[in-house]
């Protein structure tokens, strides 16, 4: 039986998309687990919350840790539907929405969600064609930490006082650093 075009096409067509089938999202939760994407030791990884909430729930949450943003979007390119849960920096959430690496919340599964504060659950930073990508758990912090004993400072300009040369560090965070750096320079 000789086999026409169309059904050459048609075959080339289901192989291929059959062989993209491993890359394709799904759903990455297992009954009775949830796959969590964070920085190590920011908070979801504690022992404490850990057993409560399976406790609570009886569902297992395990951790996959990045050590910076480009390695977080690197392991959600390289690993689409493998996370239930990105802890995501604002800044990123546009960006990992438009390549598709997350979706939009469904906040009609979210049992309390009429008790999140409109500023952050509409802030633009987490929205992307309309949707909203994110929720913030935790939002405009930036600890500055100083020696005891020290002068305590009132603004970020004391990082730039000549008495604290060579005594300052920043997080290794670009949009932390771009923001301060605006602070700085009199911008908002």
Do not use: C
Not at 35 to 42: H, I, K, M, P
Not at 140 to 158: F, Q
Request: without cysteine.
């Amino acid at each position: 039986m000789q086999t026409t075009r169309r059904q050459t096409l048609g075959l080339i067509g289901a192989g291929a998309l059959a062989a993209t089938m491993p890359f394709a999202p799904r759903p990455a939760r297992a009954a009775g687990k949830i796959t969590v994407l964070n920085w190590q030791g920011y908070g979801t990884d504690e022992a404490w919350a850990l057993e409560a909430f399976k406790a609570k729930t009886g569902i297992e949450v395990v951790h996959d840790y990045f050590s910076s943003e480009p390695e977080m979007l690197t392991k959600l390119r390289t690993n689409p539907g493998a996370y239930d849960v990105v802890l995501i920096n604002s800044a990123r959430t546009q960006q990992a929405a438009g390549e598709g690496l997350i979706e939009p919340i469904d906040f009609s599964a979210v049992a309390n969600s009429s008790g999140l504060a409109p500023e952050l659950k509409d802030h633009p930073n987490i929205q992307f064609e309309g949707k909203t990508y994110g929720v913030a758990w935790v939002w405009g912090i930036t600890a500055l930490a100083v020696t005891e004993g020290m002068a305590k400072p009132d603004s970020y300009a004391a990082l730039g006082d000549p008495a604290h040369k060579n005594k300052v560090a920043l997080f290794d965070d670009a949009v932390t650093s771009v923001a301060i750096g605006a602070l700085l320079s009199g911008q908002d």
